[in-house]
């Protein structure tokens, strides 16, 4: 199948992020690193080990009531064998956040101690928040903060400039914009990006993506293509494009001469993912373990 064009997404802003990072390491004791439970692997930042360093690092599935219960778990045993502590959450819920400061406490169990040591155990426990745009990181602190501290708005790079939260409880939390990374590798991780909304639109070919979400479905889901009065055997065999058509024939999104209009096809198909109603599907598998 044809793949959406190598994406290169740096705004300046994210330039500027990155620089903002590395300068306010030294005033954190953890960095919360929050990935999309859908793309668990694509919403990472590959650049962000090497930018923190030896610093702790706790990884949160966000968004992991619209994600695969199943895929998830799979994916929290994945981190666990690379010696990442991760943890699956909804921040809009609060699901799963009850676990987090105890794993953050764990993580950070030597560092605690040392405090202890020196008679500084009141001292707040200061984390930088991070991960790509869009994927829920004002949602997660206004839960942990109790409150709107942070503006929140379904949409990327809303988050410009750094703030602290104090959140209670001995804790700080520091927010940074959302950032991504210079290039995609793989084509296959900016299209991921792109269908779950971390990219603009208006950069991608929105039939492209739309085809690539449904052969995924078809291979993964095939029982949510029902959505779309789909089986199995309808989809059977069928091009990603002939695979568009079909959708977009059952709605009836026909133009003149009968045929389909693909686009607003595929504007439907990726708005009904984005809002929940294909129901809960995860779009990566974890890697294959390698001996």
Not at 35 to 43: V, Y
């Given at each position: 199948?044809?793949?959406?064009?190598?994406i290169?997404?740096f705004p300046g802003?994210?330039?500027?992020?990155?620089?903002?990072?590395?300068s306010?390491?030294?005033?954190v004791?953890i960095?919360?690193?929050l990935?999309?439970?859908?793309?668990?692997l694509?919403?990472?930042?590959?650049e962000?080990?090497s930018?923190?360093?030896?610093?702790?690092?706790v990884?949160?599935?966000?968004?992991?009531?619209?994600?695969?219960p199943?895929m998830?778990a799979r994916?929290?045993?994945?981190?666990?064998k690379?010696?990442i502590?991760?943890l699956a959450v909804?921040?809009k819920?609060?699901?799963?956040?009850?676990?987090?400061?105890?794993l953050v406490r764990e993580e950070?169990s030597?560092?605690?101690?040392?405090?202890?040591?020196?008679?500084?155990?009141?001292?707040?426990?200061?984390m930088?928040?991070?991960?790509i745009?869009n994927?829920?990181?004002?949602?997660?602190?206004?839960?942990?903060a109790?409150?709107?501290?942070?503006?929140?708005?379904?949409?990327?790079?809303?988050t410009?400039?750094?703030q602290w939260?104090?959140?209670?409880?001995g804790v700080?939390?520091?927010d940074m914009?959302g950032v991504?990374?210079?290039?995609?590798?793989?084509?296959?991780?900016?299209?991921r990006l792109a269908v779950?909304?971390?990219?603009?639109?208006q950069v991608?070919d929105?039939?492209?993506?739309?085809?690539?979400l449904?052969?995924?479905?078809?291979e993964?889901?095939?029982e949510l293509?029902?959505?779309?009065k789909?089986?199995?055997?309808d989809?059977?065999?069928l091009?990603?494009?002939e695979?568009l058509e079909?959708?977009g024939?059952?709605?009836?999104?026909?133009i003149s001469?009968?045929?389909?209009?693909t686009e607003r096809?595929?504007?439907?198909?990726?708005?009904e993912?984005?809002?929940g109603?294909?129901g809960?599907l995860t779009l990566?598998?974890?890697?294959?373990e390698?001996?």
């Amino acid at each position: 199948m044809e793949q959406v064009p190598s994406i290169q997404w740096f705004p300046g802003h994210m330039a500027k992020t990155r620089r903002l990072m590395k300068s306010n390491l030294p005033y954190v004791d953890i960095v919360v690193e929050l990935r999309d439970a859908k793309i668990p692997l694509s919403s990472g930042n590959p650049e962000l080990p090497s930018l923190i360093g030896s610093k702790k690092r706790v990884v949160l599935l966000n968004k992991c009531d619209t994600a695969d219960p199943e895929m998830t778990a799979r994916w929290l045993q994945w981190f666990q064998k690379q010696g990442i502590a991760a943890l699956a959450v909804d921040s809009k819920t609060g699901k799963g956040l009850s676990g987090f400061l105890p794993l953050v406490r764990e993580e950070l169990s030597e560092l605690l101690a040392r405090w202890a040591e020196k008679g500084a155990s009141g001292r707040p426990i200061r984390m930088m928040v991070v991960g790509i745009p869009n994927v829920g990181k004002s949602s997660f602190i206004n839960r942990m903060a109790g409150s709107r501290r942070a503006k929140v708005e379904d949409r990327p790079g809303v988050t410009r400039d750094k703030q602290w939260v104090s959140v209670g409880g001995g804790v700080e939390l520091l927010d940074m914009p959302g950032v991504l990374w210079p290039k995609f590798d793989d084509p296959a991780v900016g299209e991921r990006l792109a269908v779950t909304g971390a990219v603009k639109d208006q950069v991608l070919d929105i039939e492209l993506l739309a085809m690539r979400l449904l052969s995924w479905l078809r291979e993964r889901y095939p029982e949510l293509l029902s959505r779309y009065k789909l089986t199995p055997e309808d989809v059977q065999g069928l091009e990603p494009y002939e695979l568009l058509e079909l959708v977009g024939r059952k709605r009836g999104m026909l133009i003149s001469g009968g045929e389909v209009n693909t686009e607003r096809a595929a504007v439907t198909v990726l708005d009904e993912y984005r809002g929940g109603k294909l129901g809960r599907l995860t779009l990566e598998a974890p890697p294959e373990e390698t001996v």
